[in-house]
Every structure is written in structure tokens, then in C-alpha cells.
């Protein structure tokens, strides 16, 4: 209690977790209107290798990458690591280790990887791309690899088609024609097993 029986304002003196990642170590947040920049230093499993004849890895600096996330209270996220440099002493090239949870391919986390899988057959690409923060072009990439991955566990040959660039198309859209070519239409009465899965799966009405 504080004086005249009223609780003094909270003052919380540090930011709590946000991004709940263990190996993710939080040393600021940045609120803004629009989005959160986390910044964050990370642990790493191993330090990287060079396969050079002649190794000899040090450390050299750090770098700071961008790195995009799900987002949080209404805002798009940011990651920002602080991601230690390493240089090799034998042939002078630069090494990174990877940082844990980012996706290889995509500057952006596996899960925000995995979001994009998951509302792709819901809202439309440049819906989700402005939501996060990144393009339209690279929600369609990340969907539709995803999709043609789905398709290829059905169909033994996948054909390019799906690659088409109905950039805002609703990515609904993309998957109907999918099925129509692959396992049949919608409307085709005779129930198709592969339709129905890929149904199932995309969680389509
Ligand atoms: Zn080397």
C-alpha cells in the first residue's frame, strides 16, 4: 500500500520477454506506432566451421540482421540480432552460425513461416504480407512452396502451373484450381480421396 491507502503506479523497471524463445536472449524493445523491434543477442549451439585446409576461427565483431516475426498486440515484429561474426584466420573468409528459430531460406522465424502456411488459405497474400511486414511476393513464395509440397505427397508428378502469379488472388483460389487439375473439381460429384485430404488439410469449407 501506498501512502493514503492507494497502490502507487506500477513502474515496471524491465521489459518483459516478449518473444518467449529460450535461446533468444531480450536487451531492448522498441514500441512503435505500427510495430515492435526486439533486440535481442543469441545463443548458439556451435560455433561455425571452416572447411578450409588450413581453420583457424575467430570471433570478429558482430552484425546486426533483421529478422521478421509473427505478429504481436495488433503490430508487426521485428527481431533484430545482434549476430556474432567469426572470421577465419586460414583463408580470411567470414562465417556466421545460424541463429536458432529462423527459418534457413526466409529472414524471418519459423514460425512466422508457419503462419504464413496457416492463414495462406484464408486471407489474401498482400492481406497477411502488410499485416507482417514483408512482400506480397515473398507470402506468395513461402504459400505456394508449401502448397506445391502438399500437392507433390498426393500426386506423384506436380506440374509447374501452380506457380502462377495471381499475386492478390485469394489464395483459395490457387488451391481450387490446384485440385480441379490434380484430383478433380469441386463440383465433380464422384468423391476424389486426394481432394478430400488436401480439404482436410487446408482446412477448406
Ligand atoms: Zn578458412
Known sequence: MGQGGRMPAATPEKIPDM????NLNQT?????????RVHVTANYMSNPE???????????GTKEVLFMDTPMHGKKVGILVARQRFLCQGCRS??????PYMHEKHQM?????AYIQRYGTERTFSAIANEIGITSQTVSDIWNAYAREQLAKLAPVT????????DDAPANDIL????ERDVGSFEDDQPAE?????RVHFRLP
Open 19 to 22: 518473444l518467449n524463445l529460450l
Open 176 to 179: 481450387e484450381k490446384a485440385i
Open 159 to 166: 506440374p509447374e502451373w501452380l506457380g502462377i502469379g495471381a
Open 50 to 60: 571452416c572447411v578450409c585446409p588450413l581453420p583457424k576461427v575467430v570471433k570478429n
Open 109 to 113: 522465424t519459423n514460425r512466422l513461416v
Open 94 to 99: 567470414t562465417l556466421y552460425p545460424d541463429v
Open 194 to 198: 486426394g481432394r478430400e485430404i488436401l
Open 28 to 36: 531492448a524493445v522498441v514500441e512503435g506506432p505500427e510495430q515492435y
